[in-house]
């Protein structure tokens, strides 16, 4: 079946950067998603990104998608103790209707 | 507007019993999924619903099954629990008809416990 893979762990310090790496197997992916969820709670939709675009920009969010390579990441500019909570990367296949592939997620540990 | 509503949000039950859990979409959304969350498995596709009508199904065994009603909203069954089918239970809404058009919204969640 299809697969998505992230990397288990980031650590940052608060003010900076963080990129959180996905990579996915299927070339029929229509679209792709991060999901943030913090402790005890549901999935937040971060942002998407649709399988014929490479970039979308919104605030501090930065996703970067390639295609060729399979390979998604989320840029999160400015990063405060806030955002720490794990990450999920997922695709869909339009052909699959509302079927979401998961990867194992990223904890993301912001530092003072 | 509200955003997707599930209910009840923590129950504990017995191995042997069986279990209704319900999902709310936001207003206007005709597709809900289910999921399972796991340590161990991760997130995991149960089934989708659109318009009353089972369009997906993951790799679950017959004790999963679902339904949805004229106004959307959807409820999942899971009969005989084992243990194993702790976890937390996600239901996504989405105004999506016959393609994906981006945007699925989960809610809550409703955690079992099974003893």
């Known amino acids: 079946g299809e697969d998505v893979e992230q990397s288990l762990f980031l650590s940052v310090r608060e003010g900076d950067s963080s990129v959180i790496n996905c990579t996915y197997t299927?070339?029929?992916?229509?679209?792709l998603y991060w999901y943030k969820q913090e402790p005890g709670a549901g999935l937040q939709l971060l942002t998407y990104?649709?399988?014929?675009?490479d970039m979308k920009q919104d605030q501090r969010l930065t996703v970067l998608l390639n295609k060729k390579d399979k390979h998604l990441s989320l840029r999160i500019a400015d990063t405060q103790t806030g955002d720490s909570a794990i990450y999920f990367c997922?695709?869909?296949?339009?052909?699959?209707?509302?079927?979401?592939?998961f990867g194992g997620g990223t904890r993301l540990m912001v530092k003072p | 507007k509200a955003g997707v509503t599930q209910t009840p949000r923590y129950l504990i039950k017995t191995r042997g019993q069986q279990v209704t859990l319900s999902c709310s979409p936001i207003?206007?959304?005709?597709?809900v999924s289910w999921y399972q969350q796991t340590p161990g498995q991760g997130l995991q596709f149960l089934f989708e619903?659109?318009?009353?009508?089972?369009?997906n199904k993951g790799n679950f065994p017959g004790r999963f099954s679902g339904r949805q009603f004229s106004n959307s909203r959807s409820e999942m069954n899971v009969s005989t629990l084992e243990l194993g089918d702790s976890a937390l239970y996600l239901c996504?809404?989405?105004?999506?008809?016959?393609?994906?058009?981006?945007?699925?919204?989960f809610g809550e969640g409703s955690r079992l416990t099974v003893l």
């Open positions: 996504a809404s989405s105004s999506a008809g016959s393609a994906n058009t981006g945007e699925l919204f």
């Open positions: 299927d070339s029929s992916s229509t679209y």
């Open positions: 990104i649709f399988s014929n675009m």
């Open positions: 997922a695709e869909i296949n339009n052909n699959a209707g509302n079927m979401l592939t």
């Open positions: 207003s206007g959304h005709r597709s």
């Open positions: 619903y659109f318009s009353e009508t089972q369009r």
